[in-house]
């Protein structure tokens, strides 16, 4: 192998850092060659522009790949039936979404907007996840756009589910708080699996506390909604018990006084009601009673009426019980005093009713309930009654 003269070998590298320069022009210059060849060139020679533009990855090529989205939207009527008319527009897009070139997020919003082409609609999607955040008239739009998308659904249109699946993730990127309530509808009203998967996702990465949009979409959604927010906020793993009481509580308080629009409304309402009672009594959370005491008022109404089940009473009385309260007690012993009186009237109580009223007034430990529960014991109950009866007296105070 022939050695390289040292003076040779000193001359090359003399030529090597005094050529180098060429190669790594200013920024700008090489930029601005990129956007005249992009413009001058044929639909392919753009593709290529654009493909070489990566090899440069010190230069700021925003401003290429901003005039090819305007070349793109102004000429997208003709670009969507070519095959190299849309790798450019998909193209496009992509590297705008990469670079994060967020001076050109309202140009793909408009894009949106523009075109019907649903590969399209995803890919700019996608881009504006990673160039809209902030811009908030820009997640408004979306938002918007999912909730009119979500009524069409459920009026019968068929849904395109990729797509639907690609916003609610965009919105989930966005992390705008004001995007909870909507992409939480989406992922409750049917739609297929991708995009409830999608939807949960999101809903974790969106700012603000998960247990105030759970609150949120209970107090201002249609009740349908208001039932599926509280059951998703059982089925979060890492919710504090305190947490899962806030909502449980919110939730009676609708379920109690919110006025159905329609009446098949009526139903999902008490459900709501009957839903939190449940979840308060497995947290075995005390206090509150006078919600709990109204709930329980109408449950026994909607039992005479056949609306509810005896399940339903049993876990009213369960409720009130456990919240460990004087008025409590109090409502409890008077309830109590009526299922007396139809025992004397000879008339029929349900045995594990009144079994429900002795034991949490057993709990409940309070004397108030000591004259009732006496009086119990003569009545012609069931030995199982009489002695659950007696059973509570013993937990009375002071007796």
């Known amino acids: 192998m022939k050695r390289i003269p040292a003076a040779a070998a000193v001359l090359i590298i003399f030529l090597v850092l ?106 700019v999607m996608n881009a504006l996840g990673e160039t809209a ?40 990127k966005l992390g705008d708080p004001t995007s909870f309530p909507i992409v939480f509808t989406t992922g409750t009203i049917g739609y297929a699996d991708i995009v409830n998967f999608s939807a949960t996702e999101a809903l974790g990465k969106i700012n603000g506390y998960f247990t105030d949009h759970i609150i949120q979409v209970i107090r201002t959604s249609i009740p349908d909604e208001k039932l599926a927010a509280l059951k998703a906020a059982y089925s979060q793993g890492n919710l504090s018990r305190d947490d899962k009481a806030s909502i449980a509580l919110v939730a009676l308080d609708i379920g109690l ?22 979840e308060l009594t497995a947290l075995n959370w005390a206090g509150e009673t006078d919600n709990l005491v109204k709930h329980f008022d109408n449950t026994v109404f909607e039992l005479e009426q056949g609306l509810c089940r005896k399940v339903n009473l049993i876990e009213a009385i369960d409720a009130l019980g456990n919240s460990g309260t004087h008025d409590a007690a109090v409502r ?15 008339q029929i109580v349900d045995e ?3 079994l429900g009223v002795i034991r949490n007034l057993g709990e409940l430990g309070d004397n108030t309930a000591f004259d009732y529960l006496l009086y119990t014991g003569y009545l012609n109950y069931s030995g199982t009654v009489q002695r659950a009866a007696r059973e509570a007296l013993k937990n009375l105070k002071n007796i």
């Open 257 to 278: 006084y919110s006025e159905p629009a329609v009446p098949a409304e009526e139903g999902v309402l008490r459900e709501l009601r009957y839903e939190s009672v449940r």
């Open 352 to 354: 594990q009713i009144i």
């Open 332 to 346: 409890l012993t008077l309830y109590l005093e009526v299922l007396n009186s139809y025992t004397e009237n000879g």
């Open 133 to 172: 955040a902030g811009k908030q008239d820009i997640i408004y739009g979306i938002n918007t756009w999912l909730r009119n998308y979500n009524t069409a659904f459920k009026s019968g249109k068929t849904p395109d589910n990729k797509l639907v699946a690609e916003v609610v993730s965009t919105l989930g």
């Open 18 to 123: 005094n050529i180098a320069p060429v190669f790594s022009a200013d920024s700008q210059e090489v930029v601005e060659a990129f956007r005249k060849n992009f413009t001058r060139g044929s639909l392919s020679t753009k593709v290529r522009v654009l493909q070489d533009s990566l090899e440069y990855k010190d230069a700021d090529m925003s401003p290429l790949y901003t005039l090819s989205l305007d070349f793109i939207i102004n000429n997208s009527w003709m670009l969507q039936n070519d095959t190299i008319g849309r790798d450019l527009m998909f193209f496009t897009i992509r590297l705008i979404g990469t670079s994060g070139i967020k001076n050109a997020a309202d140009n793909l919003w408009n894009f949106f907007n523009l075109t019907d082409d649903s590969q399209v609609r995803i890919e």
